[in-house]
């Protein structure tokens, strides 16, 4: 009736753990800001064809968003700066990278987790 789980998702309560996705919410100074709501500002601009935002440490608000898209014919900071104006005061994007490509799993999701990776290998 129900699926099988493998055993590392269930924790020792019986309760599923979530893998991966969990991580995909930033917690920037007590405040929950989806990833999604700042991607669809980013991609409505006409510059960029792709976004993507992960959370990154900061040593004040403990995480922060770091916006990473593909674009082209326009400045980061102008971009960042762009966004920043048509989101919340607790959404704001800390900082933005243009990139060629965002790499991508063989199924052509976004591998979120190796955006993040570096950043996260820094802080410890």
Not at 43 to 50: I, L
Request: net charge negative.
């Amino acid at each position: 009736m129900f699926p099988e789980f493998p055993d590392q998702l269930i924790d020792p309560d019986g309760f599923l753990v979530l893998m991966d996705r969990s991580k995909d919410m930033i917690n920037s100074g007590g405040f929950n800001v989806f990833p999604a709501d700042l991607e669809a500002v980013l991609t409505s601009h006409p510059q960029v064809s792709e976004a993507a935002v992960v959370a990154i440490p900061d040593p004040e608000w403990g995480e922060t968003p770091l916006a990473i898209v593909v674009a082209e014919g326009i400045e980061a900071e102008a971009l960042r700066s762009w966004a920043n104006a048509r989101l919340g005061k607790t959404q704001r994007i800390a900082r933005l990278e243009i990139r060629a490509e965002l790499p991508r799993s063989e199924i052509g999701k976004v591998l979120k987790r190796e955006l993040r990776a570096p950043y996260w290998e820094e802080a410890t």
